[in-house]
């Protein structure tokens, strides 16, 4: 059974870090695309960051270029997200997610820029940037 497990969220203060965990098992991550959304309230569920791990390639929305960076554990089969300079704007529910992509064919813009590619998601989770 396939299960992705997400950690890491919480209040943070505006200009502050946070690092999204996300744990697959079940699982091989070299197989995957890997990409973290969210969802704003009262908002559609974005793309903000996703890799095509077979080139390495890694996309970033424009609202988080900069200030984002994610990465992959190989060995823990888990993925990361971290968050730097963190605005008010980025309050949303987090999701990790998984697109099947064995040979890279699909390039992380695609990925990031659709919901119905994704194959598994993690469990969502909240982050909130205020004072």
């Known amino acids: 059974q396939v299960q992705l497990v997400e950690s890491g969220g919480g209040l943070v203060q505006p200009g502050g870090s946070l690092i999204l965990s996300c744990a697959a098992s079940?699982?091989?991550?070299?197989?995957?695309?890997i990409a973290w959304f969210r969802q704003a309230p009262g908002k559609e569920r974005e793309g903000v960051s996703c890799?095509?791990?077979?080139?390495?390639?890694?996309y970033h929305a424009d609202s988080v270029k900069g200030r984002f960076t994610m990465s992959r554990d190989t060995v823990k089969n888990t993925m990361y997200l971290r968050m730097d300079s963190l605005e008010p704007e980025d309050t949303a529910v987090y999701y990790c997610g998984l697109e099947y992509n064995p040979y890279g064919t699909i390039a992380a813009v695609k990925i990031c820029s659709r919901l119905n590619g994704m194959d598994y998601w993690g469990q969502g989770i909240q982050v909130t940037v205020s004072s």
């Open positions: 890799e095509n791990t077979w080139n390495g390639f890694i």
């Open positions: 079940g699982i091989n991550l070299e197989d995957y695309a």
